[in-house]
């Protein structure tokens, strides 16, 4: 079946404009990650989305950053305000989660490569 | 506090040959799980094996094993019989049942030499 997909997969703004980054979860999964991965270095987790369950937004690095799920499935994420230290790739992932334990392994999409000029 | 450890930031090994990578990570909780994923270079992070706290077994898929010293708190990746398709980023993750991420070292690269 098709994975997990996001668009767009790569993304070059100016400086202070908005952006909007979408991700595709596999089908049935309910849980949705998002996490950035800048130049080199590992990932860091922004937002969980599970089911109807409020978002877990403890990672998003400051309020230009938000993210909403509709209908349980797409998401978009979206930076407001961009700035130069915004560019990085934006991951996303999915798990199926039917009982939230340790061993939910989360399937990754290719990633959108953001560039802030 | 940093959860995951990979203290290699490059390895190179000889085609055909077993390489290990290193991970340790750091938590109170007595569940959780370790996960290795391979980033080739078109970016896509590849799920290739899983290890729960509680297994009592060391996890295989084929040619990765995973080598689990609980005492140490360590989960090597073990990758047997090298090959070029292997070169890429390699990275160490952990689930807890405390929050929802996964808390990922800072990787390793792997060049495969032919």
């Known amino acids: 079946g098709a994975g997990v997909s996001q668009s767009p997969s790569n993304k070059v703004t100016e400086k202070g404009k908005d952006v909007e980054l979408r991700c595709d979860p596999i089908?049935?999964?309910?849980?949705l990650y998002w996490y950035r991965q800048s130049l080199g270095q590992g990932l860091e987790f922004l937002i969980y989305f599970q089911g109807n369950s409020a978002p877990d937004k403890s990672g998003l690095p400051s309020d230009r950053f938000s993210a909403e799920r509709t209908g349980g499935s797409v998401s978009t994420l979206t930076i407001q305000r961009t700035q130069q230290e915004d560019s990085a790739v934006y991951l996303c992932?999915?798990?199926?989660?039917?009982?939230?334990?340790?061993?939910?392994?989360?399937?990754f999409g290719p990633g959108t490569r953001l560039l802030v000029l | 506090a940093q959860k995951i450890t990979q203290t290699q930031p490059g390895m190179f090994v000889q085609e055909k040959e077993a390489v290990t990578l290193d991970c340790t990570y750091d938590?109170?909780?007595?569940?959780?799980?370790l996960f290795w994923y391979k980033q080739p270079s078109s970016g896509e992070m590849i799920f290739l094996i899983y290890q729960g706290s509680y297994d009592q077994q060391n996890a295989t898929e084929g040619r990765y094993s995973l080598n689990f010293q609980k005492a140490r708190k360590s989960a090597n990746l073990v990758i047997s019989a090298s090959q070029l398709g292997d070169s890429a980023m390699y990275f160490c993750?952990?689930?807890?049942?405390?929050?929802?991420?996964?808390?990922f070292g800072t990787g390793t690269s792997l060049t495969v030499i032919p």
């Open positions: 938590t109170s909780d007595p569940s959780y799980g």
């Open positions: 993750a952990m689930s807890l049942n405390t929050g929802n991420q996964f808390y």
């Open positions: 992932a999915s798990s199926l989660e039917e009982l939230a334990g340790v061993d939910e392994t989360q399937y």
């Open positions: 089908s049935g999964h309910t849980a």
